[in-house]
């Protein structure tokens, strides 16, 4: 709970108090590598803090392709958004990239904590537009690149994930072929 409080923090201070009513609305979870957090096909109750690990938000396309949108990193929130917000099914899921550490509140309980710390919402509307500004980012450099310069760029605005997650995870992230992931790998060493 220390590091989700720590991560509060900068936005916001939190005293002891409040620290022990958030730390008493999560609870936390382990999951393995390609484990799913969240399936698609259903609506999205819960609210993730990643303690160590990665996460993706992954979705199947129409042609049975597993298509990484984003991938979450340690000290980020994660959810489907729309699914948690409107209570919409999603067609997108929550996967470990990695072994991951996660806290987890739901739906339920984050109102709940909400009526308590009205702030916490606030908080949590301010950091969900800063990801989704952050996120809007990535996806706009990449855009308009060729495979190899949207690899280097990844390596650069993304560093330290092309050594933890599995290689077919980023090539479905930068859209190329994990054989041209590694053509392109090669030539760059």
Do not use: W
């Not at 409040?18 to 109750?45: D, M, P, T």
């Not at 990193?73 to 990239?97: E, M, R, V």
Request: hydrophobic share 40%; with cysteine.
């Amino acid at each position: 709970m220390e590091k989700l409080i720590q991560f509060l923090n900068i936005y916001r201070s939190i005293s002891d108090a409040e620290a022990e009513v958030i730390s008493r609305h999560f609870v936390q979870k382990h999951f393995k590598e390609s484990e799913y957090l969240f399936v698609s096909g259903n609506v999205c109750n819960s609210f993730y803090f990643v303690i160590d690990g990665i996460l993706r938000i992954v979705a199947i396309n129409d042609k049975g392709i597993d298509i990484t949108y984003y991938f979450i990193k340690k000290g980020q929130f994660c959810t489907i958004l729309d699914s948690f917000n409107n209570g919409s099914i999603s067609q997108d899921g929550i996967q470990a990239s990695s072994s991951v550490n996660v806290l987890e509140i739901t739906k339920k309980d984050l109102r709940k904590l909400c009526e308590i710390l009205p702030f916490v919402g606030e908080l949590i509307s301010q950091i969900n537009q800063q990801r989704l500004l952050e996120k809007i980012r990535l996806k706009n450099i990449y855009s308009g690149e060729n495979s190899t310069n949207r690899y280097k760029l990844f390596l650069a605005e993304q560093p330290g994930i092309i050594h933890r997650v599995p290689l077919n995870h980023v090539a479905s992230y930068l859209n190329v072929t994990p054989q041209s992931l590694s053509r392109i790998r090669r030539t760059i060493r």
